[in-house]
């Protein structure tokens, strides 16, 4: 896998064995750092001063969602297989 800038990330929620009730494992896309401008607006980029910076930002941007997505689906696949796992064992009993 290739380098990425590391912009984005994932959470992701489960049951866990204690749980009373059953929890559908859900995923959440987050910013991994939180840069603000002047105006308090959240920035994905730095000062970008040509359109070749844009160019190479935006490239870089959509490599790592790209990658992201990727890891994302698998970790949530996992992640409701093993709550399936959960749900599955106090049934058994």
Do not use: C
């Not at 160019?55 to 790592?64: I, P, S």
């Amino acid at each position: 896998m290739g380098t990425t800038i590391k912009k984005f990330d994932y959470r992701v929620y489960k049951m866990k064995k204690g749980d009373a009730l059953p929890l559908d494992a859900y995923l959440e896309i987050v910013l991994t750092e939180d840069m603000k401008n002047l105006n308090g607006e959240m920035l994905v980029s730095s000062h970008l001063m040509s359109e070749a910076e844009i160019d190479r930002h935006v490239q870089d941007l959509k490599a790592d969602l790209d990658s992201l997505g990727k890891r994302a689906k698998a970790a949530l696949v996992r992640a409701k297989a093993e709550t399936l796992d959960i749900v599955s064992s106090r049934n058994i009993k």
